[in-house]
């Protein structure tokens, strides 16, 4: 198997985050001798926002207040982590980018860049009512009734252009999975989705009792 690339994107409380984890176990479990590098936007933001530099003290209050990041930023959170620390043989799972149209053709240009294979993009789709529920149950600090609300809208008029790109984009596998299910079974929705798409994917039948352990 050659390296290759998985972005998540979906409304915030989507499991973005649980479902690339777990495909990078899969991976590993099916190709041990390439690792994965994750790309998470989110996490960098919440790095980024613990300095004290003008720039660092702007984004605070705009995390702070459930806000969309610009564009110039969110581009930059990824682009220093692929620059600085990328390296050749590894998959690339990407998680919390892109968040708008423009961020998702600044993304696209990597992958001539580097020379990479066609990429699958993994949507994850649940309403917002499902959305609100996982995101009130995450516990985290940003996650009050106004921030929710403030990400659920900017989702509607920021991230759905942003799928909009890929959907029906020939130089991407889309791939649009029922995320208002399990884990477990979202995870295998998505497995068996990429062996349909490219056999060297082996499908959970064939799997077993091999498949990744749910660590959650």
């Not at 980024?48 to 003008?54: A, D, L, P």
């Not at 009130?136 to 909009?164: C, F, M, Q, S």
Request: hydrophobic residues 35%.
């Amino acid at each position: 198997m050659l390296p290759q690339n998985f972005i998540f994107i979906g409304r915030s409380g989507c499991g973005k985050g649980t479902q690339a984890k777990l495909l990078g176990e899969y991976l590993n479990k099916i190709d041990p001798q390439r690792k994965a590098f994750f790309l998470e936007t989110g996490v960098e933001f919440r790095k980024f926002i613990q300095g004290e530099s003008y720039t660092q003290r702007l984004s605070k209050k705009i995390y702070g207040d459930g806000g969309s990041q610009p564009e110039f930023l969110s581009v930059y959170m990824w682009s220093r982590v692929l620059a600085e620390s990328f390296k050749e043989n590894e998959h690339l799972i990407v998680d919390g980018t892109p968040r708008r149209f423009h961020e998702a053709g600044a993304l696209d240009s990597i992958f001539d860049f580097y020379k990479r294979e066609k990429p699958y993009l993994i949507f994850l789709n649940i309403s917002k009512g499902w959305a609100t529920e996982r995101l009130k149950g995450r516990g985290r600090i940003d996650d009050n009734h106004e921030d929710i609300e403030a990400r659920l809208k900017w989702y509607e008029t920021d991230v759905v252009p942003a799928i909009d790109f890929y959907r029906n984009n020939p130089k991407y596998n889309f791939l649009e999975i029922n995320g208002e299910q399990t884990i477990e079974k979202v995870h295998q929705d998505i497995l068996e989705s990429l062996h349909n798409l490219d056999v060297s994917f082996p499908s959970l039948r064939k799997l077993g009792n091999e498949t990744s352990k749910l660590k959650l």
